[in-house]
């Protein structure tokens, strides 16, 4: 299903711009094909949009005028112009301050460093919520090799949805044969948040009592069981540990020869 209104925009090869790498590497993109249909570059949907939501917003000709402005506002950036860019094919390193800044191939370079890494203890604190009568498997969730987040790119691929293309959890052989469920049988995983189902993939990857899924298919998104008990220093959530329980649905058993199951069986990344 798609939203009430879709603005198409352009894919990367199909406009100009800049593209600052994780090395802070400035580069120039250029454009190399035209966009199809209606697509156009998200700097210009963004500006259409934002004078149609009544913001005075400045009309651009070019990206390398948005570009100017983030420079002139961003001393790291100020010595880096389009022109430098044209004669520097593979960019430049921000902080660049003045037009004859080489960049900074080291961000902290000259500045005073240890030499060794600053540890800090933390004291230990247990998870929020552990396995108990009712819900006592605990769930760790995770990514699979051929899907990225939440795949909202991935699985329009043909390619890595027939690697791993369907929702599936890992169980204990153990704890498959004490609830009574088989490899390919379709179960419903509750947490005290809710419940999804999924595909049961028998597997010592994973300890007794523990069970593990990806994070990827929205349509039983593991999202739904775990547990936003934040971390004391980053507030992130407690997406490796909560506890759950696995039901049985036997009118849904399938073959644990599924193709499908198979083909889901790639490596965990994450």
């Not at 790291?76 to 900074?104: H, M, V």
């Not at 008990?229 to 696995?246: H, M, P, Q, R, S």
Request: glycine share 10%.
């Amino acid at each position: 299903p798609f939203a009430h209104v879709i603005l198409p925009g352009a894919s990367f090869a199909e406009k100009d711009g800049v593209f600052t790498n994780s090395d802070r590497r400035v580069q120039r993109v250029r454009k190399a094909v035209s966009s199809p249909g209606n697509a156009r570059p998200d700097w210009e949907i963004l500006g259409d949009f934002a004078r149609e939501c009544g913001y005075d917003m400045p009309k651009y000709e070019h990206p390398g005028e948005i570009y100017a402005e983030m420079a002139a506002l961003s001393p790291k950036f100020s010595g880096i112009s389009y022109e430098r860019l044209e004669k520097n094919p593979r960019g430049l390193q921000w902080p660049c301050t003045t037009p004859d800044d080489p960049g900074a191939e080291y961000l902290h370079q000259g500045a005073p460093l240890r030499g060794k890494g600053e540890f800090s203890t933390v004291d230990y604190r247990e998870s929020a919520e552990l396995p108990d009568d009712d819900y006592p498997l605990i769930l760790s969730t995770g990514r699979v090799l051929y899907q990225y987040n939440s795949a909202t790119q991935t699985r329009r691929d043909e390619g890595t949805n027939a690697k791993a293309g369907e929702n599936f959890i890992e169980v204990h052989p153990d704890d498959a044969e004490r609830i009574g469920i088989v490899d390919g049988e379709q179960v419903k995983i509750v947490s005290r948040r809710g419940g999804i189902k999924a595909k049961v993939w028998l597997s010592g990857r994973v300890q007794l009592g523990c069970v593990w899924m990806p994070m990827h298919f929205a349509e039983e998104a593991a999202n739904r069981l775990t547990n936003d008990a934040g971390d004391i220093v980053t507030g992130t959530g407690e997406y490796k540990v909560c506890a759950v329980n696995l039901i049985p649905l036997k009118d849904a058993r399938k073959s644990s020869g599924s193709a499908a199951l198979a083909a889901a069986r790639s490596p965990k990344s994450a």
